[in-house]
């Protein structure tokens, strides 16, 4: 099931897209017309605490309204809607593992190195087709990396990597845009990949279950339609068990919790000369069974 989180009429919602139809079930207002599930969630992050026992409620919610008379009434034409995160804000900061591919690590100067975590702000998340300033009088380097989310479900602390896939709800994109020169002047990074809207996810989550080995995705990112980045979730050097596993040994993973797998190579700063973002460009992240992530740079 692919899920987004959207604004309607200055009401914040979320729901499954519509199968075959650009547009996107209002599951609130089945609800509330049909009486299907008590205590529904008010977020999507609220929802997958829940799990898998979540969508099949929405699934339930779903095939009531398509028996409707009036199934349009239920459901909105993604023209007509504004796009969020499908997370609009992670219960803490949003996770990335840092030089999780070979060959990112190796064009950035180095070579892949135990494990790296560091953290955007959760203020930094933005949806799809959002538009990002270019924070011209705060950086020069402005740079893309399109990468892999994991959104976490149930969550846990101190959880076995052959337990790690209980905890995770879905997928969805991630561009972890960073200001380079901010990352190299700081010594850290959590300043650098922190400027407001530097971390669009979307367009959707996809449900685990329609994903059936995440390290086997094709992930690209283009920059006005010139492919800088075309790498494999394969490549990965940290697998998600992996990833999962080592993070809540230290920290209790928490429904809606966001965690960036990672960028292949080819971003901004490893070409020669250097590719970095520039007003007027747009961005597209695509990977398959998801989707693609659009940002446009203001």
């Given amino acids: 099931?692919?899920?987004?989180?959207?604004?309607?009429?200055?009401?914040?919602?979320?729901?499954?897209?519509?199968?075959?139809?650009?547009?996107?079930?209002?599951?609130?207002?089945?609800?509330?017309?049909?009486?299907?599930?008590?205590?529904?969630?008010?977020?999507?992050?609220?929802?997958?605490?829940?799990?898998?026992?979540?969508?099949?409620?929405?699934?339930?919610?779903?095939?009531?309204?398509?028996?409707?008379p009036e199934a349009d009434t239920f459901k909105y034409a993604f023209s007509d809607i504004e796009w969020l995160s499908p997370i609009p804000r992670t219960p803490k900061n949003v996770f990335a593992i840092g030089k999780n591919y070979a060959d990112h690590a190796k064009e950035m100067g180095g070579e892949a190195i135990?494990?790296?975590?560091?953290?955007?702000?959760?203020?930094?998340?933005?949806?799809?087709?959002?538009?990002?300033s270019a924070h011209s009088q705060t950086t020069e380097q402005l740079d893309y990396e399109g990468e892999l989310a994991v959104v976490i479900g149930k969550g846990g602390k101190n959880?076995?990597?052959?337990?790690?896939?209980?905890?995770?709800?879905?997928?969805?994109?991630?561009?972890?845009?960073?200001?380079?020169?901010?990352?190299?002047?700081?010594?850290?990074?959590?300043?650098?990949?922190?400027?407001e809207g530097s971390c669009p996810l979307g367009p959707y989550v996809v449900t685990k279950d329609e994903l059936a080995n995440?390290?086997?995705?094709?992930?690209?990112?283009?920059?006005n339609d010139e492919i800088r980045q075309n790498g494999k979730t394969s490549d990965m050097v940290y697998s998600i068990e992996q990833i999962i596993s080592k993070l809540s040994a230290v920290v209790e993973l928490e429904p809606g919790d966001v965690i960036l797998t990672g960028t292949p190579a080819g971003v901004g700063k490893g070409f020669t000369p250097p590719k970095f973002l520039a007003s007027g460009d747009t961005v597209k992240v695509s990977i398959e069974g998801i989707g693609?992530?659009?940002t446009h740079i203001d």
Avoid at 115 to 132: L, N, Q, R
Avoid at 214 to 223: A, D, I, Q, R, W
């Fill in 214 to 223: 995440p390290h086997e995705l094709t992930v690209v990112t283009k920059v």
């Fill in 292 to 294: 693609t992530l659009v």
């Fill in 1 to 68: 099931m692919k899920l987004l989180s959207y604004r309607y009429q200055q009401q914040e919602k979320f729901g499954p897209k519509v199968k075959k139809e650009e547009a996107v079930w209002d599951v609130q207002k089945i609800n509330d017309t049909f009486q299907v599930v008590s205590d529904f969630p008010t977020s999507l992050a609220q929802g997958a605490a829940k799990g898998m026992d979540f969508v099949e409620q929405l699934r339930k919610l779903v095939k009531q309204a398509e028996g409707h």
């Fill in 159 to 195: 959880i076995p990597e052959r337990m790690a896939f209980d905890a995770v709800f879905g997928y969805t994109i991630g561009n972890d845009i960073t200001a380079r020169d901010l990352q190299k002047n700081h010594q850290q990074y959590f300043l650098g990949k922190s400027l």
């Fill in 114 to 132: 135990d494990f790296v975590v560091f953290t955007k702000s959760p203020t930094a998340i933005v949806g799809d087709e959002a538009t990002v």
